[in-house]
């Protein structure tokens, strides 16, 4: 979740939406359309830790109810502009004068409709999603996936285990934590267990391993470690 997102995504110019993508109803038009030059020199402004207002259709909650309900109800929704990071920016194609592809980089909690919402903006017209597709998630990348026409075709786990990646693998990121076969015994059965000695920071989470094979994740209370997740492997 916390992990950096890469993602492709079209930009339709000359009309603006409810939804901020192909969805919604056409709240503005313009007859605006910038020149490519122009793509290019606004994306600076755009790259870095900038601030963005969520889509009003967004899972956002404002006092307890989901920001797209609300939406959906016709109520007037107001959500406060927030800091993300942009990473990376760029325009890759333009395929007629209404559409411009971009690939993003950026971290956590990043609305792309929002992105080209303002992007339009900045340019001076407006615009919408025609497209989005997430192309990378932390560690695992598009070109890495698998279908699930073909995963429902493999079907016999010795078949999956060859296109499969670790379970480990979503947890790479996470510092590990070496254990002695009784420590890991008490992990499996869901206990604690007691750090006598280089006691972990309270609240942090880790890997207990043993032997290299992932048992379980953990995390300290300042003097224990506690399972999160224990793992079969």
Known sequence: MDGRKEYRFTLRFGEARSTEDAEGEVTATSDARPADEAIRAALAAFVGEIEQTPPAYSALKIDGERAYDLARAGEVVNLK??????????????????????VVGCG???????????????????????????TAAGPFREGAAISLSKLEALGHIPALLGVLAPVATALDDIPALALTEAQADR??????????????????????????????????????????RVFNL
């Open 187 to 228: 992990l499996r059965q869901g206990q604690p267990v007691l750090l006598t000695q280089d006691a972990l920071p309270s609240g942090a989470l880790v890997r207990a391993e043993l032997g290299g094979k992932l048992v379980a994740l953990v995390q300290s209370d300042g003097t224990s470690i506690k399972p999160v």
């Open 108 to 134: 956590k909690g990043t609305y792309i409709r929002s992105l080209g919402r303002d992007l339009a903006l900045a340019l001076g017209t407006v615009g919408h999603l025609s497209a989005l597709r997430r």
């Open 81 to 102: 502009p927030r800091k993300v990071m942009i990473e990376r920016l760029e325009l890759v194609s333009r395929p007629d004068r209404d559409h411009a592809d971009f």
